[in-house]
């Protein structure tokens, strides 16, 4: 195995790291910017820090992307896997965030890493059962999401109902900087983790090393290349996130991020990546719902869960011709 295409697994995987940081930023702080409660610089700032520190907390989730979908020592050109896989995911992100859409980068990446195993090695290649359990987690975790956002709505608009609007958006506005950072974290822990997940992988189909715990020097790289990349923005996305869903004040964003958080962080004790970009448009949804069902635009909203649904079989597809376009070229 030639070190340079090894380093080149390394290039893609914190290139994708940091487009997952300009592309998921709306993610962590639409609903702070769009209510004011942070001007978009100090917003960035505060992503890019949490980020960091929260990409450095865990590795449960990279483990399970290292070895869940496919054993990486039992498959043959695996470091060309990654390669492929690299290629789809970040194209796929690429296009959906010129276009505005926020997609899941996760959903790439899980994509890709399948489709480019397939076009390797077959479907005997795919570890069906570990495979199936991240999907479940990639479909529970926004219906988990949009039915908690709804519920912490529900609850918040009873408390409050009798509270001054302009008191109630003052306070939550301040709570909203508190749950911005929490947002921020939980983001950080989940989804830095693929790229050291991916790494890691590559390492072991390269036969550097024979376990799947992650090197400190790819906690710090995957983690320092998605805090540059939060410090990026993602303002297309934002304004989608922010304004394009309904109108969200102080309240709502509380709501929204206090979930989306929730869910996210729970997912990482338990080792499982989901898509934050998911998690937090279905607490927008739920949290919208909440407030008054007709407020939602679900025309935009429709257009969001089209790109989710769509995301893993395009990228399946683009990562198999991938690699086998590598494969007639250098294999």
């Not at 077959?122 to 039915?147: E, H, Q, R, Y």
Request: glycine letters at 10%; one cysteine or more; hydrophobic letters at 55%.
């Amino acid at each position: 195995m030639e070190l340079y295409v090894l380093w080149l697994v390394v290039f893609l995987a914190l290139s994708f790291d940091f487009i997952n940081g300009f592309h998921d930023t709306a993610n962590a702080i639409a609903t702070s910017v769009s209510t004011r409660a942070l001007k978009p610089r100090t917003a960035i700032l505060l992503a890019s820090v949490m980020n960091f520190v929260g990409a450095l907390s865990f590795t449960g989730v990279a483990k399970m992307i290292g070895g869940g979908v496919a054993d990486p020592a039992k498959l043959e050109h695996g470091v060309y896997i990654v390669i492929a896989t690299l290629i789809a995911a970040i194209a796929w992100n690429l296009i959906t965030w010129w276009f505005g859409i926020p997609s899941s980068s996760s959903h790439a990446l899980i994509g890709s890493l399948a489709g480019a195993v397939i076009g390797a090695a077959g479907f005997g290649g795919i570890n069906a059962s570990g495979f199936i359990d991240i999907i479940k987690a990639l479909i529970l975790s926004p219906l988990i999401a949009f039915a908690a956002g709804f519920i912490i709505m529900w609850l918040l608009k009873r408390i409050f109902a009798n509270s001054s609007p302009h008191s109630v958006n003052k306070g939550f506005r301040f709570c909203q900087i508190i749950t911005a950072s929490f947002q921020a974290f939980s983001h950080g822990t989940n989804d830095a983790q693929k790229a050291m997940g991916i790494i890691t992988f590559a390492l072991v189909a390269a036969g550097i090393q024979d376990t799947l715990d992650v090197p400190l020097w790819v906690k710090i790289s995957a983690a320092t290349a998605m805090a540059l990349g939060t410090s990026v923005g993602g303002w297309k996305i934002i304004k989608t996130m922010g304004t394009k869903i309904f109108k969200i004040e102080p309240i709502n964003g509380f709501a929204a991020d206090i979930t989306s958080a929730s869910v996210i962080l729970s997912a990482t004790v338990l080792h499982f990546p989901v898509s934050t970009t998911h998690v937090i448009t279905s607490a927008i949804l739920g949290v919208g719902s909440a407030k008054r069902f007709s407020s939602v635009k679900w025309g935009v909203a429709g257009r969001i869960v089209m790109a989710w649904f769509i995301t893993i079989p395009i990228t399946m597809v683009f990562a198999a011709l991938v690699f086998g376009l590598i494969e007639a070229l250098f294999l």
